[in-house]
């Protein structure tokens, strides 16, 4: 892969509905739109997930265009990139900083897929045609509320509802669910909102038979996890904690947890996040792909490394129409019955849609190889 030039783009996109989790509450999406072009011309995409406000990780829209600035787009101008796995060891020695790196890493890893005139998901070695969906529900402002939209959502035909809990919205709300929908594959996250204080609390969630409880606790803990999990019946699945195959090793070790989030962009990109499903297939511990409320082409991303066999649950990548009034992709995601139908086109499958970029676009910035 030749790279003739790197262009950032910050944009901004109104969600259809604000999203409350135990972290604060969300009416905007701001984010790093990656798009780096080939000398022959060919364009690779991707979205950074880091958001304006360093409250679900450290990263945020200004760190990131930082690091990719002054140390990453550097780097990838060094030398030649024949295959996108060397992107992660070019940037190894650069410490955290996930999502700056992903976003980087998948734009080249669409560039690859469409220089190789394959499908992302199958330069991936993915294997399904079809992926299975869930959907992630925020706090609402009444439990009747919260009803209305999980009723919604089923029948659409989501595969599995997620809920956001936080203390004083846990034990009770799930109650209420599993009253009105006692079958449906129910989940909870709770975005680190509890310690191991609040083990009575989480243990009394144990007789709703949940999936799984999501990063019930500390966002930077694995020890705390595996206490608590020796004392749950229910499965605790870690999302923040995760940030490469080693933590993912230590956890299991440990006994952390037994189910595993995959979200691309934590994981410092593509590469790794395959690494972290060979890992966990190799001990069964099911793996799903999480979201970051992303617009289209970072959708499209989480919809090719899905593709991998053992993402065996579903993940949270709903439909476009569920956040935006218009996506920044043609066509949009479109969900049936709770299932994506992988595009085949080369690539992410999607075409970026320039003039809803453009309209979208606070601020942007030429990087000249
Ligand atoms: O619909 C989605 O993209 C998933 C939404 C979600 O749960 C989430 C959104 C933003 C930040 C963190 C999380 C999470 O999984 O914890
Ligand atoms: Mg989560």
């Given at each position: 892969m030749e790279i003739k030039h790197i262009v950032l783009r910050h944009l901004k996109m109104k969600l259809l509905q604000p999203f409350t989790t135990s972290l604060g509450t969300e009416l905007d999406k701001d984010f790093i739109l990656v798009e780096i072009k080939s000398k022959q011309g060919i364009s690779g995409w991707a979205e950074s997930v880091?958001?304006?406000?360093?409250?679900?990780?450290?990263?945020t829209v200004k760190t990131n265009w930082h690091v990719m600035e002054d140390f990453l787009i550097p780097l990838l101008f060094q030398k030649a990139i024949e295959h996108p796995d060397e992107v992660t060891e070019r940037f190894?020695?650069?410490?955290?900083n996930y999502m700056a790196k992903s976003a980087l890493e998948g734009a080249m890893w669409d560039l690859y897929a469409k220089e190789q005139g394959i499908p992302l998901a199958k330069a991936l070695g993915g294997i399904k045609e079809k992926i299975d969906v869930g959907i992630s529900i925020g706090i609402q402002d009444s439990v009747g509320q919260l009803l209305r939209l999980v009723d919604e959502n089923v029948t659409k035909g989501y595969k599995r509802i997620k809920v956001k809990i936080q203390p004083g919205w846990d034990v009770d709300v799930i109650r209420e669910i599993r009253r009105h929908f006692p079958n449906i594959q129910l989940m909870a996250d709770a975005n680190s909102a509890y310690t191991l204080q609040d083990l009575e609390q989480l243990a009394a969630?144990?007789?709703?038979?949940?999936m799984m409880i999501e990063q019930p606790i500390a966002h930077d803990d694995i020890i705390d996890h595996a206490v608590l999990q020796a004392r749950l019946k229910t499965p605790i699945c870690l999302d923040e904690s995760i940030h490469s195959v080693d933590d993912v090793r230590k956890a299991m070790q440990l006994g952390s947890c037994k189910v595993i989030n995959i979200k691309i962009g934590r994981v410092g990109g593509l590469t790794e996040a395959k690494k972290i499903h060979d890992l966990c297939a190799e001990h069964q511990i099911p793996v799903w792909c999480g979201g970051m409320l992303e617009a289209g082409i970072g959708r499209a991303h989480n919809i090719a490394i899905t593709t991998l066999p053992n993402f065996i649950m579903p993940g949270d990548t709903a439909a476009s129409s569920h956040y935006w009034s218009?996506?920044?992709?043609?066509p949009e995601v479109t969900v049936e019955n709770g299932v994506i139908t992988v595009p085949t086109a080369p690539g992410i499958g999607y075409e970026p849609n320039r003039e809803r970029i453009a309209e979208r676009t606070l601020y942007s910035k030429y990087y000249q190889a």
């Open positions: 880091a958001s304006i406000n360093p409250l679900y990780k450290e990263e190894k020695h650069i410490r955290g969630l144990d007789e709703f038979n949940l218009e996506d920044i992709i043609d």
